[in-house]
């Protein structure tokens, strides 16, 4: 049976082709803890990105539906799903860019890209014109540990080659970087991890891959959905409003 929600649920207009819809990972897997990175001032430009009005994970229904079977399959290691971001406007990623060009603005140097020119950015495959979450069926995650969920945590600010501890009451499992650690240790195969960031890169590898996801080896916590419905589109509505829709 479909469910009607009220929470969320953007259509965006497409030219020649049907109507693609992205609903909120809320309403299909609502136990997935969503800390959309984005929203806040906790990511490598320092503030709030162009289009995140609101800190919501939208995807599309087929998305949305792998990653629920994800959560489940976490579940049964009494693990879960943390998502940093999902859907992302095409006007998000002109900002990433506009930012990255701006060779004057280091302020999150230390934290993010320690070791690599912000020059290089763009050459070393950090930052792009086009991602792949602006097709809605790519998301960035990690694994949480459902015993750990009461736990106050701490660091930011800190180099993320040091992969620190995270703020909130779900931190993550330790997996060697930050998120979105722009250096060659954030390279899902990176060889020199200790034994415990080897081990649970390869088990959100091994359960993403499991339900059809396909990792960007550049970046650990990087997922698209192989068989992502609009493979060849980029889609900018902003992350804000609300629209009364079924979920298919």
Not at 164 to 171: L, M, S
Not at 178 to 185: A, S
Request: proline share 6%.
């Amino acid at each position: 049976m479909r469910r009607r929600v009220l929470l969320g649920m953007w259509w965006l207009a497409a030219t020649a082709y049907a109507e693609p819809i992205f609903v909120p990972l809320r309403a299909v897997a609502p136990d997935v803890v969503q800390e959309i990175r984005y929203r806040g001032s906790d990511n490598f430009l320092g503030r709030t990105v162009t289009g995140y009005e609101q800190g919501e994970c939208l995807l599309t229904p087929s998305a949305a539906k792998a990653l629920a079977r994800v959560q489940l399959r976490a579940e049964a290691f009494g693990l879960g799903l943390k998502v940093y971001d999902c859907y992302r406007p095409q006007r998000s990623v002109d900002d990433f860019v506009a930012w990255a060009v701006d060779l004057d603005d280091t302020r999150m140097k230390r934290q993010y890209y320690p070791d690599v020119p912000k020059s290089e950015l763009f050459a070393q495959g950090y930052i792009a014109a086009r991602s792949g979450h602006s097709r809605g069926s790519t998301v960035d995650l990690t694994l949480v540990s459902a015993t750990a969920r009461q736990r106050p945590a701490s660091v930011i600010g800190e180099d993320c080659r040091r992969a620190p501890h995270e703020g909130g009451r779900y931190p993550s499992l330790t997996m060697g970087s930050g998120y979105d650690c722009f250096d060659p240790v954030s390279h899902t195969r990176y060889p020199h991890l200790d034994e415990t960031a080897r081990h649970n890169r390869l088990l959100l590898l091994l359960l993403m891959e499991s339900e059809g996801f396909s990792n960007y080896d550049k970046e650990w916590w990087h997922f698209t959905l192989v068989d992502e419905p609009y493979p060849d589109r980029y889609f900018d509505l902003p992350l804000s409003g609300s629209v009364s829709q079924e979920v298919p």
